[in-house]
């Protein structure tokens, strides 16, 4: 009943409440990670949540095309250097979140897809607008009023997550690179194998032993990692990315509710102001993107389609 229920559902309507559902799995995954990081060493956890990443990645990757056609890559290098850097930005955000607020770290997090804009101008050799550039600058004010520096409120870990943003835009931009020169499974296996193996190593020196509770919230967390991006993959099967991408910026919606509800958290005015900025400018950077692709579309002009931000494992 239920399936057939699902299916009446058009693939548009169905692709956004699997990103939505999604991006609120992601913001649960942040929340576990917050509790986590206060008892244990970042590696510990990371590397078993990985670990369930990666069977998942193998399972994935053999369905759709098998594990050693995925493992073929023309561009090896650029395939490690994109996953090192997303496992080295997860890294920095579990360890900023056992110290910072998570709405404040997400507020701050929202800006990376501005610089993934900005990115992709010296790396993919894409051409931004003077509207689009306006608004990476107004992304800049709203981040400057979320850490109002000079009014001694900036957490002293703002930087790292500032550091965090760009890694992850980096990332972002890397995968549209590597994307549109191999499939999407070979960069899948290859993240999930970096981020597995940059955690493993280093987890077996600092091991400390668990609680039955810790050990159930770890499964939650490992269960998060699998269901979130089994729900993103699904996504993106229904819905067109530029449809899409509006949708993880409830991402910030979500990990603020965690934060009030559940860790006590304040989220102030000028919080929500400079997050407010933040998004808008981010959403009128995708419109105009939008737009360009669709004049493009119109004139004849081909062009392939453009992924949205992508997912931490």
Known sequence: MLMAKIQTIPRQQLGIICAVLAVFTFASQDAFTKVLSAHYPVSQFLSVRFAAFLIFALLFVHARCGIATALRSKIPLLQLFRAGLIAAEIGIFAYVVGSMDLSAQHAVFSCF???ATALSVPI?????????????????????????????????????VLLG???????????????????????FIYMALVCFAMYAIPALFVWQPMTREHMLIMTFLCFTSVTGHWLYTKAFEFAEASVLQPYNYLLLVFA?????????????????????????????????????????RRKGASQPPTPGPQPRP
Not at 138 to 160: K, S, T, W
Not at 165 to 187: D, H, I, K, P, W
């Open 165 to 187: 943003a760009f890694m992850f835009g980096l990332y972002n931009v890397m995968s549209r690179y590597v994307t549109q020169r191999e499939r999407f499974e070979t960069a």
């Open 113 to 115: 897809p501005l610089m």
């Open 124 to 160: 993919l050799g894409e051409r931004v607008g003077v509207r689009r550039w306006t608004a990476v600058l107004v992304g800049l004010v709203g981040v400057l009023i979320i850490l109002r520096p000079g009014f001694g409120i900036i957490h002293p870990l703002a930087p790292l």
């Open 256 to 296: 603020t509710l965690y934060g009030v509800t559940i860790f006590g958290e304040v989220f102030e005015p000028l919080t929500a102001l400079g997050s407010s900025v933040v998004v808008g400018a981010g959403l009128y950077v995708w419109w105009r993107e939008r737009a360009k692709a669709v004049l493009k």
